[in-house]
């Protein structure tokens, strides 16, 4: 069985361009979460989306934003990329939130923005 | 406040010997405590948790040891093996919040064969 998997894995952006994130889930998982590692730190909440909604989200600014699409896979997108945005995104899916213990990680895309 | 405190950043252990990782926190409503495996290239994944109800819990060579009135947990890995080269991440939660883990920075181990 297929794991979660995230495309692209590595991305390289000018500042303030936007920047696409998708993730598609193991198959069956309805939860989908979005978490932002930056060098150094550990993961950091971004967004959570559950049957296809938005049921939670991080403190990160509006720029930050995503869907869930009917087939449960997901996209990020970074708008107006700031130099800080260059991180690796990891996404997660559960089979029913909000237990993350329950998740699976992708391997993440690596977002470098120059 | 919300932090997860780590140390250390990087830990060098010799095969067969014993790694230990701190955390602490502040916030007394946490009440989910996991541990975190990550290789390069990978996501995290879920190695060991625990519940404030108990002082320590193991899996195979991985216990975590919990000390709630210091606000501490532990992890460590008896008879470590240079496979278990990765970065480990401590978390904490609130059970209803689950999602919303606060991570601690992550430590590096490196064992040496």
């Known amino acids: 069985e297929a794991g979660v998997t995230q495309s692209p894995t590595h991305l390289i952006k000018t500042r303030g361009q936007q920047a696409t994130l998708r993730c598609s889930p193991i198959?069956?998982?309805?939860?989908v979460y979005w978490y932002q590692q930056a060098l150094g730190l550990g993961l950091q909440f971004l967004l959570w989306?559950?049957?296809?909604?938005?049921?939670n989200r991080g403190n990160f600014p509006p720029r930050f934003s995503g869907r869930q699409f009917p087939n449960y896979s997901s996209e990020l997108n970074v708008n107006a990329l700031e130099l800080e945005d260059s991180a690796l995104y990891l996404c997660?899916?559960?089979?029913?939130?909000?237990?993350?213990?329950?998740?699976?990680f992708g391997q993440g895309t690596r977002l470098t923005v120059v | 406040q919300q932090q997860v405190k780590q140390s250390p950043q990087s830990l060098i252990v010799q095969k067969g010997g014993i790694s230990i990782i701190n955390c602490a926190y502040e916030?007394?409503?946490?009440?989910?405590f996991p541990w975190y495996q990550q290789f390069p290239g990978k996501g995290p994944a879920l190695l060991i948790a625990i519940r404030p109800d108990v002082s320590e819990k193991k899996e195979g060579r991985f216990t975590i040891s919990f000390n709630k009135s210091a606000k501490q947990f532990s992890l460590h890995i008896m008879d470590s093996q240079p496979g278990d080269s990765a970065t480990y991440f401590c978390a904490a939660s609130r059970g209803d919040s689950n999602y919303q883990l606060i991570w601690g920075a992550g430590t590096k181990l490196i064992i040496k064969p």
């Open positions: 916030n007394t409503a946490f009440d989910y």
């Open positions: 198959s069956g998982h309805t939860s």
């Open positions: 989306y559950d049957e296809g909604e938005e049921r």
């Open positions: 997660a899916s559960s089979l029913e939130g909000p237990w993350v213990n329950l998740a699976f």
